[in-house]
Every structure is written in C-alpha cells, then in structure tokens.
C-alpha cells in the first residue's frame, strides 16, 4: 500500500503521559498536515509542512503540541502531558506541492485515549 | 480567518432519491472548495472538487455547484444508494495558504 500510513493506529494513555504518532507521506508528496478530529465533528487543521519546513501552526494548538519533519520525509507528532481533552484522531495527510487545491490524501488515522 | 459552516448535519433519505449538502464560507478569495466522503472509521476520500471558475462540475451521480456571489457551495447525489451512507465534508482553501479548513459534516443515511 503506498497510501499515507500512520502509527500507532490506536494508543490508550493516562493522563499527564507523553504520546508521539509517526505519519509517513506518499513518497513524492512534499506537504504534509495534521489535523485532529473528534467525534460527529470536521477535522480541524493543526499545522502542515512543506518540505521540512513548518509553515503553519493553528492558534488553537496549545504548547503542548509539537510536529516535526525532520528530513522531509516521515513526520512525528507529539502530544506532552497529555489531558482528557486530548483524546481524539489524529489524522495526517500529505499532497503534491502546485497550485492551490492539490488534492490532500489521508492516512487511517491514529486514534487517542487519554484515560 | 476562514469559516466553514455546513448544512444539514445529518440527512435520511429514501433510495432512489436525491440528496443535497450545503456550505458557506467567508473568505471571498477562497478558491478551491473539495468535498470528502467519510465511511464509519476510515479515512475521509475526496470525491468531488470544484475551482472558482467553474460554476458546476459532476461525475456520474455526483455534482457541485458554486455561488460566489453568495459564498456558497453544494453537493448533489442522485438516485442515492446505500453505499452512499457516510459523513461528508465540505472544505475550503483560504487564500495564501495551503491548509483546507473543514465543514462540521453531513450524516447521510440512505434509507433502503
């Protein structure tokens, strides 16, 4: 499968633990993005990269929150001192750099409890 | 920043029918508006985008049209079939930027 592929695809943690999630991209796409999304809700925009760089980062996004994309290639995203608001999916997606509304491919998700 | 609100939140109707989703957004500059199917825990899949200097677009059963004059876009599904139950999601790309920002979605239920 050369789709976008996330893991771990579910994590139960207690609170105040720290979590990480790896997405690895389709292999020519230089965006990446994550979003979260909670239940009966759209996914919400977290940050996305273009490249290794970090172009943009949600206002919403507390400092507990923190994405990189060191080689431009795979991404983490870590979560510190994780709460119950916290528990969600967390979806990653990667496109094609072009014009604008190049399509965004998502990965299955990875699905947080925080307990 | 940009804002998406969508129409209804959810949505039964019969086989055979038709059904029709609508969003709003803000930013009069947005140009690109997707829409993506979600099925009971799996990934959202884009089935169907428009740009802004097209007014309609369809393929086969599925169709959007676009008022940007009104800052509105809408998803039409004829003679729906079963398959077609699932969360869709209307999205919008604010200018400047390459980030979709998502409708609250549509709970279609197709009714056999």
């Known amino acids: 499968d050369t789709g976008v592929s996330q893991n771990p695809r579910h994590k139960i943690t207690k609170r105040g633990q720290n979590v990480t999630f790896r997405c690895d991209p389709i292999?020519?796409?230089?965006?990446l993005y994550w979003y979260r999304q909670t239940l009966g809700q759209g996914p919400e925009f977290l940050t996305y990269?273009?490249?290794?760089?970090?172009?943009?980062k949600s206002r919403l996004l507390s400092d507990r929150f923190s994405a990189e994309r060191p080689k431009g290639s795979f991404s983490t995203l870590e979560i510190q001192r994780t709460e119950q608001g916290d528990s969600a999916m967390y979806l990653c997606?990667?496109?094609?750099?072009?014009?604008?509304?190049?399509?965004?491919?998502f990965g299955e998700g990875s699905w947080l409890t925080v307990v | 920043g940009e804002n998406v609100e969508q129409h209804p939140s959810t949505l039964s109707v019969q086989e055979g029918d038709s059904a029709v989703i609508k969003c709003t957004y803000s930013d009069s500059a947005s140009n690109y508006f997707p829409w993506y199917k979600q099925e009971l825990g799996k990934r959202p899949q884009l089935i169907i985008d428009i740009r802004s200097n097209v007014g309609e677009k369809k393929d086969q059963r599925i169709a959007v049209t676009l008022n940007k004059t009104a800052k509105h876009f809408s998803l039409h599904i004829t003679e729906t079939q079963p398959e077609d139950s699932a969360v869709y999601f209307c999205?919008?790309?604010?200018?400047?930027?390459?980030?979709?920002?998502f409708g609250t979605g549509t709970r279609l239920k197709v009714l056999a």
């Open positions: 997606a990667s496109s094609l750099t072009g014009a604008t509304g190049n399509t965004i491919y």
């Open positions: 990269f273009q490249n290794e760089a970090q172009l943009e």
């Open positions: 292999s020519e796409h230089n965006r």
């Open positions: 999205a919008a790309i604010p200018p400047g930027t390459y980030k979709y920002i």
